[in-house]
């Protein structure tokens, strides 16, 4: 059990895709922190490498005043399980969100161009993503998930930097419980069965309805399942 929680943001967007859940969970006595990663939101114009991202969990995770849930989810939770990976015993538990497939270079090559290819199109692409954005979730969730800025210029140290990590080995190292959280709807769910059967200690939860971004998709449910696992109790498996 804590009452300690990190939180780590999707590639493109900030911290304040989390306000739901920050202001959920401070509000029932939990300790949340929710940094930027670099290259993002307060830290836009900073080169993105795994090296400071990881930096930046270790200094969240240390401003913590116990050991914490330490939340990723889509980039966020790929970087969370490459540091659970080497520092698990300094968490209570880890939940990995929308990060169940297992990247390669190649499939991280083609999901990056699949991304850039939004800014080729004429006109302006933040405002043109944004309502794409609001269209599959809602207003509040664009404005949340863009609210710190869209970056620009991290996608292709994103994608060399995700396609070279084997998170199937940082998952078999952590030591700690790891709840697996996916939308129903949402692709990167390709290869959970490979996630479970990796992990030590794993469970899965498929959120009804929610697409790639579930902390958007299905919000009050999804902060539901970050206090159950912070209080380490039965989830709806």
Same mark, same amino acid.
């Given at each position: ?30 300790? +949340? !922190? ?14 993105? %490498? ?5 930096? %930046?969990?270790?200094?969240? +995770? ?6 914490? =849930?330490?939340?990723?989810?889509? =980039?966020?939770? @790929?970087?969370?399980? !490459? ?6 015993? $300094? =968490? ?7 990060? %169940? ?33 609001? $269209?599959?979730?809602? $207003?509040?969730?664009?404005?949340? @998930? ?7 210029? +991290? ?29 129903? !709807? ?19 939860? +498929? ?13 009050? $449910? ?16």
């Amino acid at each position: 059990m804590t009452h300690s929680i990190v939180l780590i943001h999707a590639v493109r967007s900030s911290r304040t895709m989390w306000a739901g859940q920050v202001r959920r969970l401070r509000k029932k006595g939990f300790e +949340v !922190h929710a940094p930027d990663l670099p290259g993002h939101g307060t830290r836009r114009g900073e080169p993105f %490498t795994v090296d400071a991202a990881l930096a %930046t969990i270790d200094a969240a +995770v240390d401003a913590c005043t116990e050991p914490p =849930l330490l939340v990723g989810l889509s =980039l966020g939770g @790929y970087l969370t399980l !490459h540091w659970a990976g080497r520092s698990a015993d $300094r =968490l209570a538990g880890v939940v990995a969100a929308d990060c %169940t497939i297992v990247p390669g270079p190649a499939l991280a090559r083609l999901y990056g161009l699949w991304m850039t290819m939004k800014d080729w199109l004429p006109g302006d692409s933040d405002s043109r993503v944004e309502r794409s954005f609001a $269209r599959r979730h809602s $207003r509040k969730a664009a404005r949340r @998930y863009y609210g710190g800025g869209r970056a620009h210029g +991290v996608v292709a140290a994103v994608v060399r930097a995700i396609g070279g990590i084997d998170l199937l080995a940082d998952v078999a190292a952590i030591s700690v419980p790891i709840i697996f959280v996916n939308g129903e !709807h949402d692709p990167f769910r390709r290869h959970e069965a490979l996630f479970l059967e990796a992990a030590r200690d794993g469970e899965l939860v +498929v959120l009804e309805g929610a697409g790639h971004i579930a902390n958007l998709s299905r919000p009050k $449910r999804f902060t539901k399942i970050l206090r159950r696992c912070a209080a380490g109790a039965p989830l709806p498996v």
